[in-house]
C-alpha cells in the first residue's frame, strides 16, 4: 500500500505516494527523472548514489524513500546554478577527474559536504572523505586535486 510522502528535493518541495520497499534512488531517478544519480552495485559499496539528505552524504540505494519524509535532498542536478557549473564542478572537468563519469555524481556530493565543513581540507582529510566513493578509472589523484583547487578557489 503507498504512502504519501513529502520531501526536498533541489529546493522543490515534491508529494508523492510511494510503495514502502522504494529506495531513495528509485524515487530520485524514476519518479523525479533526476538521473544524474547513479545505481551501482545496489549495497552500499560504490558510493554512485551518494546524495546530501540534510546535509549528511547517503547512499540513496540504502535508504527507503519514506525515512526522507520531511528532508531536504540534495543531487548532483542541484549544484549548477542556471546551468553553470559551480566551482567543485569546474574543477572537475579542468583536472581531469571525470572519464567514465559514473562515479563522478557520488563524488561531487561527498566533496560538496566536505568543502561545506572543512572549507580548507588537507590532501589526507579529501582521501578520508572520498574513501565510500569507488572509481576505477581515474586512479583518485585527478579527483583529489580537482578538490584541492576548488577549495583553494572558494577561499581566495
Do not use: W
Not at 128 to 135: D, K, T, V, W
Amino acid at each position: 500500500m503507498k504512502r504519501i510522502i513529502s520531501l526536498t528535493i533541489n529546493s522543490v518541495l515534491y508529494e508523492l505516494a510511494v510503495e514502502p520497499r522504494r529506495t531513495l534512488l528509485e524515487l530520485i531517478r524514476q519518479d523525479i527523472g533526476l538521473t544524474g544519480t547513479k545505481k551501482g552495485c545496489g549495497i552500499g559499496d560504490c558510493g554512485g548514489c551518494t546524495v546530501l539528505v540534510d546535509g549528511i552524504p547517503t547512499f540513496s540505494c540504502l535508504m527507503l524513500a519514506i525515512q526522507a519524509e520531511g528532508c531536504e535532498v540534495e543531487t548532483v542536478e542541484g549544484l549548477a546554478t542556471d546551468g553553470q557549473l559551480n566551482r567543485l564542478q569546474e574543477a572537475f572537468v579542468e583536472h581531469g577527474a571525470i572519464q567514465c563519469g559514473f562515479c563522478t555524481p557520488g563524488m561531487l556530493m561527498t566533496s560538496t559536504e566536505l568543502l561545506r565543513h572543512n572549507p580548507n581540507p588537507t590532501e589526507q582529510n579529501i582521501r578520508e572523505a572520498i574513501s565510500g566513493n569507488l572509481c576505477r578509472c581515474t586512479g583518485y589523484q585527478k579527483i583529489v586535486e580537482a578538490i584541492q583547487h576548488a577549495s583553494e578557489a572558494d577561499n581566495e
